[in-house]
């Protein structure tokens, strides 16, 4: 076989993996297709804990890699995994991972759900930043290293690494933390002042909380002001959770996906 034709082969095989992963029909069950979303800092397998137990209670759970480079285009991304699903989604969002699914969500007819999970739910106008201002005690900005420019002027940011540990996930071995430091996933500075644009969707979808009550990065007051502007159907606030809640507290967090999911 010619290298040529090797790397139609492959690429060809891609693809069909790609399709079946996003467009493939819904479990026998007939549960919805859980889609999770990732935040800053972070990456699709923080989701790993939630994953297996949503797997082992039978949904099909779809892992979304959050691009973290704009609100806008980072929730147009999601649309178009959610639009690929056939049948019923609920939506999942960590952090700013709940900015881009409130934006996934306009005009996507079979999102039943959304579940904020330490996750930001912004109306019109709003941005992680401006809301973060609403109660000043995260201290997220304390921690961030000095934006890496990239060619199209944008910066990212990471948190510095010998902070994450207490800034992000305290409630986590500390081997484990220094992992998730290293890998951590940067997002962009545009990302995290940019205002959502996108009618809130939590407005019109039935919405459900869960955050931890020592989260720094965005403070519990916030989460519990968001729940309620949201009139969320529950809301649960873990005792000394960190924002990594869906990892310390895997099992509360899957409890309350598969509430909304019922």
């Known amino acids: 076989m010619t290298l040529t034709k090797l790397g139609t082969t492959l690429a060809a095989g891609v693809l069909v993996l790609a399709g079946s992963q996003a467009s493939a029909a819904p479990a026998a069950t007939g549960k919805p297709t859980i889609v999770l979303v990732h935040g800053a800092f972070a990456g699709s397998s923080s989701w790993n804990p939630v994953v297996t137990e949503l797997q082992r209670d039978g949904y099909r759970v779809i892992a979304a ?31 700013y991972g709940g900015e881009v699914i409130t934006v996934a969500a306009v005009g996507a007819t079979n999102v039943k759900a959304l579940v904020f999970v330490a996750g930001i739910a912004p109306d019109t106008g ?25 060619a199209n002027g944008a910066g990212d940011v990471y948190i510095d690494q010998a902070k994450y540990w207490a800034q992000f996930a305290a409630d986590m071995p500390k081997a484990a933390a220094m992992q998730m430091a290293v890998t951590q996933r940067p997002i962009t ?11 809130a969707t939590w407005k019109t979808i039935p919405s459900w909380f869960v955050y931890g009550s020592l989260d720094k990065n965005i403070p519990a007051e916030l ?40």
């Open 189 to 199: 500075q545009e990302a995290l002042s940019e205002a959502s644009a996108a009618p």
């Open 126 to 150: 709003d941005s992680a930043a401006s809301l973060g201002a609403k109660f000043p005690t995260g201290t997220l900005g304390e921690t961030l290293t000095k934006p890496v420019p990239q």
């Open 65 to 95: 890699a959050n691009p973290l480079r704009s609100v806008a285009g980072d929730g147009d991304y999601v649309a178009r995994i959610v639009k690929s699903v056939a049948g019923p989604v609920i939506l999942v969002g960590h952090s």
């Open 223 to 262: 989460h519990a002001f968001m729940a309620k502007r949201a009139s969320a159907k529950a809301t649960v606030e873990i005792k000394g959770a960190s924002h990594v809640v869906m990892l310390s507290h895997p099992h509360e967090v899957t409890q309350l996906i598969e509430r909304a999911a019922q």
